[in-house]
């Protein structure tokens, strides 16, 4: 069976997050931002969304782990600011029903998604240019990076909540992270 463990960075949806993995019967654990990265024994991570991006305590450290990790929101934001992307204050804060539109029908993790998609996002911060190595794989008329990937180091992110009700397809979202775990 797949372990993945969330990264708590202390968001209002990460238990969220985990019920979502759990409900579909994924070993998934939450873990405390600050657990030495040595400690994770996971087969994927997902890093939580949350308040403030200097409250991410050993996110960085577990890019290096070797194994698939897909940001929600402030993880796709803490990636992308490891790895040398721009992230920077949204044009619209606050959560909102946004359309984002797929542009990469191939990537692993949203490509299956209908060409038009409603999710649940917040653009308080967003990334605003992709690291090297990553393509953007959705966007809106909100945000220019909906979504993002670096399928070559099995490292994903989306702007929006699948764990919500408020996001079609969410849960696929979610399936297709696991495919890349297994």
Not at 95 to 113: F, K, M, Q, W
Not at 127 to 136: M, N, S
Not at 142 to 156: H, I, K, N, P, Q
Not at 164 to 178: D, I
Request: with cysteine; hydrophobic share 35%.
């Amino acid at each position: 069976m797949t372990r993945i463990d969330v990264i708590d960075n202390h968001g209002q949806f990460t238990h969220l997050e985990q019920r979502a993995l759990r409900d579909m019967g994924v070993d998934v654990d939450l873990v405390d931002n600050e657990t030495p990265p040595a400690d994770i024994d996971a087969d994927g991570l997902v890093l939580s969304g949350g308040p403030d991006i200097d409250r991410i305590g050993n996110c960085p450290d577990y890019l290096d782990l070797d194994i698939p990790v897909f940001g929600i929101c402030l993880g796709m934001q803490i990636i992308a600011d490891e790895l040398d992307g721009t992230v920077g204050s949204g044009d619209y804060g606050g959560y909102a029903d946004v359309t984002v539109e797929i542009t990469d029908d191939d990537d692993p993790l949203v490509g299956s998604l209908a060409p038009e998609t409603r999710v649940w996002a917040s653009h308080a911060d967003e990334v605003k240019e992709v690291p090297e190595g990553f393509e953007r794989t959705a966007k809106s008329d909100v945000c220019g990076v909906e979504a993002m990937s670096d399928t070559d180091r099995d490292l994903y992110g989306v702007q929006w909540h699948p764990e919500v009700a408020h996001t079609e397809r969410g849960e696929e979202v979610f399936e297709n992270f696991l495919a890349r775990c297994e």
